[in-house]
């Protein structure tokens, strides 16, 4: 799922070239190396990409590799629930008992070779049963920006690992349930990371988005007749209905398993997160490009093209220069980027900006 915008990290996440298409960690685009964790598992010729319109040329150049008629743009977002639904569709025609993955394009996971063991067992979790499997990440702070996902003891051992049962997915709490339920012990985030096979799936969305279920169908017919998927998804997609595959099917089915994951996770959601990934000079500073601080602590500073940055007296302080555009915010605002980006829109003048 490569259709994001990452807006936390503008300016150096635009509308066509989003997080995902940046070596926000690493040194490649973070979709390739997506790509690249997931190569173990599957073949590349049955790695699907789906993304929008105003980035397909962007994915297509950060993953040459792939079959062109793998990476599919959708004419319009709409939401994670339809995407599913849509890569449900192309697995389908190519296998209509296949087993496949949902998965986020942004995400930084280093250990791959974990990653790929615990990835084949929920691959082979769906192959076993009719269940749908989600990968749980085990909490490491009361987080109140994820859901999350209780577990009810052990659903069977798979591959050599315990897989569990899960009782109920829950929203983002508040500080507090957060707080609950990292002490439960009992509790997972959900990190968005799905694998079932298509009849399983197909099952869900009948039974329980019935109106999504039926845009989905004819989908399907229109793109089985003579126009193919270009015409099928310009002129039925954009009546899909918008909603969260969580809230859509997650949420309401009750034949889930979670494989605990034991690999290292991180969404990297806003700039703050990069002070986990870079080693920081001795003041706590996390420079990246031309940039120095003087008389300053625990500042993020990037500069993407050979502009120095000077930071005089200031700490805890976001400072991102592109050439376009240059963003000054204390970390603990960074979430409030999207209110700016919002005020961008609102201006004809600035939304080239965006």
């Given at each position: 799922?490569?259709?994001?915008?990452?807006?936390?990290?503008?300016?150096?996440?635009?509308e066509?070239?989003?997080?995902?298409?940046l070596?926000?960690?690493?040194?490649?685009?973070?979709?390739?190396?997506?790509?690249?964790?997931?190569?173990?598992?599957?073949?590349?010729?049955?790695?699907?990409?789906?993304?929008?319109?105003a980035?397909?040329e962007?994915?297509?150049?950060?993953?040459?590799?792939?079959?062109?008629?793998n990476?599919?743009?959708?004419?319009?977002?709409?939401?994670?629930?339809?995407?599913?639904?849509?890569?449900?569709?192309l697995?389908?025609?190519?296998?209509?008992?296949?087993?496949?993955?949902?998965?986020?394009?942004?995400?930084v996971?280093?250990?791959?070779?974990e990653?790929?063991?615990?990835?084949?067992i929920?691959?082979?979790?769906?192959?076993?049963?009719?269940?749908?499997?989600?990968?749980?990440?085990?909490?490491?702070?009361?987080?109140?920006?994820?859901?999350?996902?209780?577990?009810?003891?052990?659903?069977?051992?798979?591959?050599?690992?315990?897989?569990?049962?899960?009782?109920?997915?829950?929203?983002?709490?508040?500080?507090?349930?957060?707080?609950?339920?990292?002490?439960?012990?009992?509790?997972?985030?959900?990190?968005?990371?799905?694998?079932?096979?298509?009849?399983?799936?197909?099952?869900?969305?009948?039974?329980?988005?019935?109106?999504?279920?039926?845009?989905?169908?004819?989908?399907?017919?229109?793109?089985?007749?003579?126009?193919?998927w270009?015409?099928?998804?310009?002129?039925?997609?954009?009546?899909?209905?918008?909603?969260?595959?969580?809230?859509?099917?997650?949420?309401?089915?009750?034949?889930?398993?979670?494989?605990p994951?034991?690999?290292?996770?991180d969404?990297?959601?806003?700039?703050?997160?990069?002070?986990?990934?870079?080693?920081?000079?001795?003041?706590?500073?996390?420079?990246?490009?031309?940039?120095?601080?003087?008389?300053?602590?625990?500042?993020?500073?990037?500069?993407?093209?050979?502009?120095?940055?000077?930071?005089?007296?200031?700490?805890?302080?976001?400072?991102?220069?592109?050439?376009?555009?240059?963003?000054?915010?204390?970390?603990?605002?960074?979430?409030?980027?999207k209110?700016?980006?919002?005020?961008?829109?609102?201006?004809p003048?600035?939304r080239?900006?965006?």
């Amino acid at each position: 799922m490569a259709g994001g915008r990452g807006e936390r990290f503008w300016p150096q996440s635009r509308e066509a070239t989003p997080k995902h298409l940046l070596p926000i960690v690493g040194d490649k685009p973070m979709l390739a190396q997506t790509v690249d964790r997931v190569a173990g598992v599957v073949p590349r010729e049955n790695v699907f990409i789906i993304t929008t319109q105003a980035q397909l040329e962007g994915c297509r150049g950060a993953c040459p590799d792939l079959p062109a008629a793998n990476i599919v743009a959708e004419p319009m977002g709409r939401d994670t629930a339809a995407a599913t639904g849509l890569a449900m569709l192309l697995v389908k025609q190519r296998n209509p008992t296949a087993a496949f993955a949902m998965l986020p394009a942004d995400h930084v996971i280093k250990d791959t070779a974990e990653y790929a063991k615990l990835l084949a067992i929920a691959f082979e979790a769906a192959e076993s049963a009719d269940v749908l499997v989600t990968l749980g990440i085990k909490p490491a702070a009361p987080e109140t920006g994820f859901g999350y996902i209780q577990q009810a003891g052990v659903w069977r051992q798979v591959g050599g690992r315990d897989v569990m049962a899960v009782k109920r997915f829950v929203e983002k709490p508040d500080l507090a349930t957060a707080q609950g339920y990292l002490a439960a012990g009992e509790y997972f985030w959900n990190a968005g990371m799905f694998v079932w096979r298509v009849p399983v799936v197909e099952a869900a969305f009948k039974a329980h988005a019935a109106e999504l279920y039926a845009g989905l169908a004819k989908l399907e017919a229109a793109a089985q007749s003579a126009g193919g998927w270009a015409v099928a998804l310009a002129e039925v997609y954009p009546t899909l209905k918008k909603v969260s595959v969580d809230y859509a099917l997650m949420e309401k089915s009750t034949n889930v398993v979670v494989v605990p994951a034991t690999f290292d996770w991180d969404d990297v959601g806003a700039w703050p997160a990069l002070a986990k990934h870079f080693t920081p000079d001795k003041d706590g500073n996390v420079l990246r490009g031309h940039a120095l601080v003087e008389g300053g602590t625990h500042n993020i500073v990037v500069s993407t093209d050979g502009h120095l940055i000077g930071v005089v007296g200031c700490s805890d302080l976001v400072v991102v220069h592109t050439p376009e555009a240059t963003l000054v915010c204390p970390k603990d605002r960074a979430q409030d980027i999207k209110a700016l980006l919002e005020r961008l829109k609102q201006d004809p003048a600035k939304r080239q900006f965006l």
